[in-house]
């Protein structure tokens, strides 16, 4: 100390600061930058679309594009879970019933298409239009409803 008169070793103090400013301020646009990117990213991954149209479903995924009209559909199957009260020992505890509805359509040719909650979102408004347009057109539905 007696050798730097008084002063600890070292780059003078103001510099050091506003040199980590700008070192802090670069990493934080960097991040916002790569923030957006993976957001971008993320959208292209569930890139799962379906339109409801006036002859059947467009449904745009990954690796494309397809149809499926609706007097190509054989069936449609649609499971639906819902927790019941469960018995532990004298308690009986309820849950709520909630849905978890998975859909999913049987064409006469070609690849079935599902979807649920975790591949779509508006699953259930979705399903109800297509509920709608097939019994229009006496497209049979199987319901598979499991308590838990």
Do not use: Y
């Not at 971008?40 to 890139?47: A, G, T, V």
């Not at 006036?54 to 594009?65: M, P, Q, V, Y």
């Not at 609706?70 to 449609?76: A, G, K, S, V």
């Not at 709520?96 to 508006?122: D, L, M, W, Y």
Request: aromatic share 8%; glycine share 12%; with cysteine.
């Amino acid at each position: 100390m007696i050798s730097h008169g008084g002063a600890l070793p070292g780059p003078p103090t103001g510099e050091t600061a506003w040199a980590g400013v700008a070192f802090l301020g670069v990493v934080g646009i960097a991040l916002v930058i790569a923030g957006i990117c993976l957001m971008i990213w993320m959208r292209s991954m569930l890139s799962l679309r379906v339109a409801v149209g006036l002859n059947g479903l467009l449904i745009t995924e990954r690796n494309g594009t397809r149809t499926i009209l609706w007097d190509d559909i054989e069936r449609w199957w649609n499971a639906h879970d819902r927790s019941v009260a469960i018995s532990a020992g004298a308690d009986q505890v309820f849950h709520p019933q909630t849905g978890s509805k998975a859909f999913t359509v049987h064409p006469r040719n070609g690849k079935e298409f599902g979807f649920e909650q975790n591949s779509i979102r508006g699953h259930i408004e979705l399903g109800g239009m297509l509920k709608s347009e097939t019994d229009r057109r006496s497209i049979p539905w199987l319901i598979e409803e499991t308590h838990v």
